[in-house]
């Protein structure tokens, strides 16, 4: 099981952007999918973005397509959420996970991670 530590969040204003770094340690998966959640103050849980290992196939859930960007550098064991526009809806924790690209758009992504991250914390104020 990979270690997966998080950075780049912060308090940004409506509009502005915030890039999220995750490096991975430890046990890695040679060809391990990696992607972000987030959870919102009184919500659940939900996948953000997911990147196949060899990068060619990305997703990211409807409400920040065109703004938000998920790359991943392999040589540096690290992925990247690029945030822009960011909304106030932005705001909570967000989550650095591993795991089978599929099961980041299934029915059971939460418990479909190998690894996660403690998370980094992302507010957006008006």
């Known amino acids: 099981q990979a270690q997966l530590e998080e950075s780049g969040g912060g308090s940004v204003q409506a509009g502005g952007s915030l890039r999220l770094s995750c490096v991975a340690s430890?046990?890695?998966?040679?060809?391990?999918?990696m992607g972000w959640f987030r959870q919102a103050p009184g919500k659940e849980r939900e996948v953000v973005a997911a990147?196949?290992?060899?990068?060619?196939?990305?997703y990211l859930v409807d409400s920040v397509k065109g703004r938000f960007t998920i790359s991943r550098d392999n040589a540096k064991n690290t992925v990247y959420l690029q945030m822009d526009s960011l909304k106030s809806e932005d705001t909570g924790v967000y989550y650095c996970?591993?795991?089978?690209?599929?099961?980041?758009?299934?029915?059971?992504?939460?418990?479909?991670?190998?690894?996660w991250g403690k998370g980094t914390l992302v507010t957006v104020f008006p």
């Open positions: 430890g046990r890695t998966s040679s060809r391990t999918a």
């Open positions: 990147i196949t290992y060899s990068g060619a196939n990305t």
């Open positions: 996970t591993a795991g089978p690209y599929g099961n980041y758009f299934s029915g059971y992504a939460v418990a479909g991670m190998e690894s």
